[in-house]
């Protein structure tokens, strides 16, 4: 994603900015044909222009990253030291799932696998004593099975949320307080895991980031979660294009996140989204909604091995349940969270004043990367995100409110050319010069 903006962004406001700011992308193409290789090499290049004050200034940001500054002298200081035991303080409830996780399959493989031993090698008679036993006490298994559905649901009913910012109702197993702490744990694992690939403060690309973050922050701080979270950023040197934000704040940007994105409008909505994944809570609602299929799975788990008679089929019944709890379950859940964190963006960063048409070029972008990458793309069912082309079609049919939201917001009119008009017809050249 090529990135703008250098110092100027420290200097000037979003909002003249934004009410002067016009995305043109020239799409230049250039065929390359080595005499060994059959294989077209196609650069593009993207140019942003910005008229400020009568005047036309070109903005980029260039991916080499400038070396840290040298540490000054460390004070020691004198006296007496008084030493004291760090406090003893219990595990997240979370990382403490996270342990038990893979035990507890392990439990009810063997007690699945027991429980079919015990049966095979009872003789054929108490077999049949077993069965009428059961027969007889049918009732009794009826009673206690409703009354274990009757807790779980109970447990479930009590454990609903309302989802901030949207209204949703969710299930929400874990506290807000103890997926914060998991949050900090899981935030100094990546920071010692990037400490070599972190981009100076001092680096225009640090500066542009944490600007935007600071200003989505500041234009919706009517909204209680935003104040109520400390926003930090963090610029990491990785070709990765990905971008994410911890429940804790912290913000992780990839320079390959960067090289993507076109202009400042697309960097405000990929933030907003990043960011509305952290309040709405997403991390914690998907983290509740596997602790609850993993715990279910169990009893499938245990019946798949106490009835499945050799090893080979209980493996296969445990791959496919498995399987199955992914693609009907979990990768949907993902996406529809995915498409919520795209609305809210939005809303986001309409608020900030942001050109919203430039959410749907984004994505759009992205698919035709792809598809000039070779890059093969997994069907939408498969994949943990919607698909580009229906993330497009969605944030189209979004745009006409968050226009609304904008003005309400009192932002600088938008220019009349639409960047996805803008896109299209470069687009076009695009395919129309590689044809000839």
Known sequence: MALLCGSLFRSCHFSLLSSHLIGNLRVCTRAVYPQSSWRNTISTSVRLRASLTGRTTSYQIYSKATAPLPCGPVLTPCGHYFHTSARLRALPAPLIWMIIKPLQKIMAIILGRSIR??????PDKRQQLVRKYAWQKRWQIAGGAGVAIMIVALF?????????????TRLLVFSKENYMEMAALTSDAYMEEYAELLVPVTDPRHQVVKWVVQHLAQRNKDIPEVNDISWTVHVVQ?????????????????????????????????????????????????????????????????????MCPHDSLSMLGHWVQGKLRELLFQRPFSRKLEAEADQVGLQLAAKACADVRAGPVFWQQMELRDQLSGEPTLP?????????????AQLDRLIPEALELRERCVCPALPATDPRDVFSKSVRVLLKNTRE
Not at 156 to 168: A, Q, V
């Open 238 to 306: 990785s070709p990765s294009v990905n971008a994410f934000v911890l429940p804790n704040g912290n913000v992780f940007m990839f320079t390959g996140m960067l090289e993507a994105i076109a202009d400042v409008h697309q960097l405000t909505i990929i933030l907003g989204h990043e960011m509305a994944h952290a309040l709405l809570g997403h991390a914690a609602e998907q983290a509740s909604m596997s602790h609850v299929l993993e715990l279910l799975s169990v009893v499938l788990l245990i019946a798949i091995w106490a």
């Open 117 to 122: 031993k015990w049966w095979v090698a009872l």
């Open 380 to 392: 939408e069912w498969l994949s943990t995100h919607p698909s580009h082309r229906n993330r497009v």
């Open 156 to 168: 479930l009913l009590t454990h609903l949320d309302e989802s901030p910012l949207t209204g949703r």
